[in-house]
C-alpha cells in the first residue's frame, strides 16, 4: 500500500491573489487603460471599468496557469520558491481550477459588457502567454522572452479596441514597443538572477549562450525599440508632449543599455547597472503612456 496524500489546508484568499501575479498586472492594467484613454473616442465609464477589469482578471488568469503548470521550476528559484504553491499552501488542482475559472469569465464578460474585438485579443493574450509562452517556450528555446513577449504587449491593443471596436496604427504601435522592450527588460533581470535559472534548468539567454551575448542582445534589441519608441510622434500621431517625453525617456534607456551592453562582470560582481535597467525599464513603460494619455488629453 502506498501512504496516502496528506490533504493541504483551505488556501487563504491571499494566497489566490498571490497567484495573479499582482506587480505585473499592475503594469498590465495601467497600459491597457492608456489604450484605452489614448483612443479617439469616448468610452461609457461603467463599461470602461468592466473592460480594465477584465483585462486584470485575464492577466491575473494567466498567472494563475503560469504558476500552475511552473510550480516544480518556481521551486528551485529563491525569487519564487515562497510562491502559494512550492511553498505548500495550495493544491495545484485548485490553482487550475481558479485560473481557467478567472479567464473563462474575463473572456465572456468582456464579450458580453464590452465588444467582441475586445474579447478577442484578450482570449488570444491569455492563449499566447499559457499556451506558447509558459507550455511551448519557456523550457525550450533561450527565445523564450522574445517570442514570448507578445503576450504582455496586447493589452494596449485590448483597452484600444474596447473603446473603438477595432484597432488601428497606434495601438500598434504601442504593442510593438512592449514588444521590443520585454527582451532587454527581461534579460537584465537574467544577468542579475543567472543562478536561479541555472538551477531550475530555465534556458535564459544568459544561461545558454552566456553572459557576453546576453548584453550585447540588450544593446540590439534597445535598438528596434527606441525607433518604434519615437515612431508615434515621428509619424504625426502624437503630439509635442509625448514626443518629448519619449526622446528623453528613450535617451535614458539607451544609455543605460549601453553601459550594460560594453561592461564585464566578476563573479562577485553587484550587477548595480543592470538591476538599474531593470528597474528603469519598468519606470520607462509607465511614463512613456502616462505621456501619451496626457498628450492626447491636451491636443485632442
Known amino acids: 500500500m502506498t501512504a496516502a496524500t496528506p490533504l493541504l489546508p483551505p488556501a487563504d484568499w491571499r494566497d489566490f491573489l498571490a497567484l495573479t501575479k499582482p506587480r505585473v498586472m499592475t503594469l498590465v492594467v495601467f497600459t491597457g487603460l492608456c489604450g484605452m484613454l489614448a483612443a479617439p473616442v469616448g468610452i461609457h465609464p461603467v463599461i470602461g471599468f468592466t ?24 521551486a528551485k528559484m ?7 504553491l512550492p511553498d505548500g499552501r495550495m493544491d495545484r488542482q485548485a490553482a487550475l481550477h481558479f485560473g481557467v475559472g478567472l479567464a473563462a469569465f474575463s473572456v465572456i464578460l468582456m464579450f458580453v459588457a464590452v465588444n467582441f474585438a ?16 509558459t507550455v511551448w517556450l519557456k523550457r525550450r528555446t533561450p527565445q523564450n522572452i522574445v517570442i514570448g513577449g507578445a503576450a504582455g504587449a496586447f493589452p494596449p491593443l485590448i483597452g484600444w479596441a474596447a473603446a473603438t471596436g477595432h484597432v488601428a496604427l497606434l495601438p500598434v504601435l504601442l504593442f510593438s514597443l512592449v514588444f521590443l522592450w520585454t527582451p532587454p527588460h527581461f534579460w537584465a533581470l537574467a544577468l542579475f538572477m543567472n543562478s ?3 538551477n531550475a534548468g530555465v534556458p535564459m539567454l544568459p544561461v545558454v549562450a552566456g553572459e557576453r551575448v546576453t548584453r550585447r542582445q540588450i544593446g540590439l534589441y534597445t535598438i528596434p525599440m527606441a525607433l518604434v519608441a519615437i515612431a508615434p510622434w515621428a509619424l504625426g500621431l502624437t503630439g509635442a508632449i509625448y514626443g518629448t ?35 528603469y525599464s519598468i519606470l520607462y513603460l509607465f511614463v512613456m503612456f502616462g505621456a501619451l494619455v496626457v498628450d492626447r488629453w491636451v491636443f485632442a
Request: charged share 20%; aromatic share 10%.
Open 51 to 74: 473592460a480594465i477589469l477584465c483585462i486584470a482578471l485575464g492577466a491575473g488568469a494567466a498567472g494563475a496557469l503560469n504558476q500552475w503548470y511552473e510550480a516544480d521550476i518556481d
Open 118 to 133: 475586445a474579447a478577442a485579443i484578450l482570449t488570444v493574450s491569455i492563449l499566447f502567454y499559457v499556451l506558447i509562452y
Open 245 to 279: 517625453v519619449a526622446i528623453a525617456m528613450t535617451l535614458a534607456f539607451a544609455g543605460l543599455a549601453t553601459i550594460v551592453a560594453t561592461r564585464t562582470t566578476t563573479n562577485d560582481d553587484t550587477m548595480k547597472p543592470e538591476k538599474t535597467l531593470f528597474r
Open 78 to 84: 529563491r525569487r519564487t520558491q515562497k510562491r502559494p
Open 196 to 198: 536561479d535559472y541555472t
